[in-house]
């Protein structure tokens, strides 16, 4: 008589959990300074970041031209003052910002359209100002 060998039956489950990284941006906003555009943004959540790309439009341009790229430092708000916004831009405004957020897990963008451009006046008193920092 044969006895059968009875072996323990082992059931291996893995278990994947998936964390979505996402940055949070609470503000994205442009606005004048001067003769200058301030941008300014902040984040609440810097999971899986790995670059912020600053881009730039005028409403006469054809695509946005990359103008700053800024690593995560861990600060909750970050700011870049575009002080070529009538030397490197052709034409007039609006001007239009979009904020590139580069993740593990895909990119997010934000826009930020400044309403009106300042005057001729408005341009060149910021422009002499300029001069004497």
């Known amino acids: 008589m044969f006895r059968k060998a009875t072996l323990p039956l082992t059931l291996l489950v893995l278990l994947c959990a998936t964390v979505a990284l996402s940055a949070t941006i609470t503000l994205f906003q442009a606005t004048f300074d001067g003769s200058n555009v301030r941008i300014i943004w902040e984040v609440a959540n810097e999971t899986g970041v790995q670059s912020y790309e600053l881009y730039r439009k005028a409403n ?18 970050y700011q870049y003052l575009d002080t070529d916004v009538y030397r490197g831009a052709q034409g007039g405004g609006p001007y239009t910002y979009r904020l590139t957020v580069r993740t593990t897990t895909g990119d997010q963008s934000y826009t930020s359209t400044l309403g009106q451009t300042p005057s001729a006046v408005q341009r060149s008193w910021g422009s002499i100002k300029s001069m004497f920092r």
């Open 60 to 77: 006469n341009e054809p695509a946005f031209g990359r103008i700053s790229t800024a690593s995560p430092s861990g600060q909750t708000r």
